[in-house]
């Protein structure tokens, strides 16, 4: 078996690396620090739709072994940096997700996100985009809001439709999916807007979508004008989710309790729940800048930059040969 | 038969769709950032040979399909099936014309073909993707045409029409690409 070799060709290690300088190089200019913070957690995600690594560590100080999740992102410990005064910090680092392999997939993966005191969604949006002009040599991106999308795409207004209407959708767009009935409302949209929308948004330039619906803020603000959507947004280029970002969520108790909502779907599904991150509560209840924030896969960026059609071509070794 | 869950899907292997056996031809997993994880394969019928494309939600199960690929000789056909052996065993197997389809007039005697089996039934027939079958009949072509512009049918033992170059003539034997039905060359004395 030559399994030992990398799936990777040496050009892609350069091109990692120069990537990996423009970004720095980015940051610097504009005044943002880097930070690192662990990759190991004693909290982790609650999400019923994302999973953690877990380990467990058997010397902590008070004798009794302990569970260590490994990062699925760093925002919660870069959000204790922010609550502690840190003002706008990046970090590069690995994240890892307990799941399947696939073309845009690996379950350990290197991430960029990175935190704007002051600044709120759009404003970040902006600066994505000015990243990505920087490192791809993109044109300046189109922005769209969920519901217009979803509107001009599908005839479906997203925000007020029904899991009716949006069977129906699935139907004619020949989506044939097993037991569809087993699916949430949120899960269908979530369907439809990947296989329907995302494949042919921002093939051009990217494409950036905000406004989400509120059902689907994770960590962001629910909309001041509209409560049916939040201040999330994600960005798309030539078929790949590139990014994810918010108008932070700074309300502690409204994030414990998302985090506990979440906690009682998983037990309504039949998973585990998650260890909730207190510390990460305390620092939000300690005071949250107002700021936005936003994690951009890197693999992906750097798949986009060099033409790789699998994310095999830009890691040296994936999952499988790890 | 085992179940598969969703992870363990790839090209080639074989699941029961709407109780007739399918092998996966593509699977590509489709996760976003945040929300479920889905599993979009293509999928071939093996009964009907149908194409189609279906959506699982990741970590489903689905049942297995005891689908088996045998090499087997062709042996002979008593008009209502077509009888095939195992070389090493010698165990004979009978498929029908349901089965054999379109493959019926690529069998030549002792040839070795793909038969796939679902619970034991012969499936589908897949002949070698060369076979030899001699012309019985075409156009006298023009002698010293060998740059094979055009072509002419010929009608091969099977029933099989082939397009061959002017030069060949009926009585002799020629090579034939079973995949797509064209000829490849004279064959070798």
Known sequence: MNDWQPTS???????RANLLRSIRDFFYTRDVLEVETPLLSSGTVTDEHLDGFHTRFNYSQDGKPVDL???????????????????????????FRHEGEGRW??????????????????????????LLIETLGTDTGEIVSY???????????????????????????????????KLDKDSKLQLLFAME??????QERPCFVF????????????????SRTADRFEVYFKGAELANGFHELSDASEQKQRFEQDNEKRRNNGQTEKPIDTRLLSALKS??????????????????????SHIQEVLNFPVSRA | MANYSTNEFKAGLKIMLDGEPCNILENEYVKPGKGQAFNRVKIRKLISGKVLEKTFRSGESVEGADVLDTELAYLYTDGEFYHFMNNETFEQIAADEKAVGDSIKWLVENDVCVITLWNGTPI?????????????????????????????PATLTTGAVVRVPLFVQTGEVIKVDTRSGEYASRAQK
């Not at chain 1, 800048?289 to 033409?307: E, F, N, S, T």
């Not at chain 2, 076979?131 to 019985?136: C, G």
């Open chain 1, 105 to 130: 997939h690996n379950p350990e993966f290197t991430m960029l996100e990175w935190y704007r005191p002051g600044f709120d969604h759009h404003a970040l949006m902006q600066e994505v985009d000015a």
């Open chain 1, 147 to 181: 519901q217009d999308v979803f509107k001009s795409r599908l005839g479906i207004d997203p925000l007020t439709t029904t899991d009716e209407m949006l069977l129906a959708k699935m139907a004619d767009c020949n989506i044939d999916i097993s037991s569809p009935e």
């Open chain 1, 197 to 202: 929308i995302e494949p042919v948004i921002g």
């Open chain 2, 124 to 152: 589908t027939v897949t002949p070698p993707n060369f076979v030899e079958l001699e012309i019985t009949e075409t156009d006298p072509g023009l002698k010293g045409d060998t740059a094979g512009t055009g072509g002419k």
């Open chain 1, 287 to 308: 005071g949250l800048p107002q700021c936005a924030g936003v994690a951009l896969g890197i693999d992906r960026l750097l798949m986009l930059k060099i033409g790789a």
């Open chain 1, 9 to 15: 060709s040496h050009d892609s290690r350069i091109a």
């Open chain 1, 69 to 95: 999740y490994l990062q699925t992102s760093p925002e919660f410990a870069m959000k204790r940096l922010l609550c502690d005064q840190s003002g706008a910090i990046y970090q590069i680092c690995k994240a």
């Open chain 1, 211 to 226: 406004g989400f619906p509120a059902s689907q803020a994770s960590l962001a603000r629910i909309n001041t004008q509209d």
